[in-house]
Structure formats: C-alpha cells, structure tokens
Nanobody
C-alpha cells in the first residue's frame, strides 16, 4: 500500500508565501514523475507543476516565475514553494506521483489534498 500525504496549506495573506510538501510512503521501489495540481472552487482540477526523477520541471503558465517545484528522492517527497500569492491561487492543492511498487507494477497515486485559503 502506498500513501501520499500533503501538508503546508492554510491561511495566507495576499503577497505571502507557502511551501507545500507531499511525502510518499509504503511499498515503494521508486518514484518517477511527481506533480502538483489544484482545484479552485467550482472549477476543474488543473496541473500546476511537475518534476521528473532527474529534476526536469514543467509549469503551468500561471505558475511560472511565482512557484517552484522540487523534490527529495531520498525522502520520497515533493515540494511546491509558492510566492507572491494572489486570491486566485485559493484552491485545494493535491500531489500525484507515478510510483513503481515492483518490477511489474507502476501506478499513479494521489494525495488527499491540502487547502490554501483566505486572504486577510
């Protein structure tokens, strides 16, 4: 069994920063691509940023220059540093990872999501 657990969401002030973390645990042989998605209220989920095991990154246009994705392959953890946040960044942020459980099993897993809310 594999689990992805996000943390780091919460209340943020306009212009502020947050760092989200997503740790994978369980029966893991290796992790390929990892990514962050968000689902704003009333909208569909969309990709924010993705990163390969080797560290190549891909960002949504709205995230370029503002968000940074990085990972720690030893800790099986992916991070999303979010700076200069705006009200439109309010959403549930979820991580996803392509996880190899064995030589024969490769599957995509999702975390439960963490809420980024409020702009005081």
């Amino acid at each position: 069994q594999v689990q992805l657990v996000e943390s780091g969401g919460g209340l943020v002030q306009a212009g502020g920063s947050l760092r989200l973390s997503c740790a994978a645990s369980g029966s893991i042989v290796s992790i390929n691509d990892m990514g962050w998605y968000r689902q704003p209220p009333g909208k569909q989920r969309e990709l924010v940023a993705a990163i390969t095991r080797a560290g190549s990154t891909n960002y949504a246009d709205s995230a370029k220059g503002r968000f940074t994705i990085f990972r720690d392959n030893v800790k099986n953890t992916v991070y999303l540093q979010m700076n200069s946040l705006k009200p439109e960044h309010k959403a549930v942020y979820s991580c996803a990872a392509q996880i190899r459980r064995s030589n024969y099993e490769l599957a995509r897993d999702w975390g439960q999501g963490t809420q980024v809310t409020g702009y005081s």
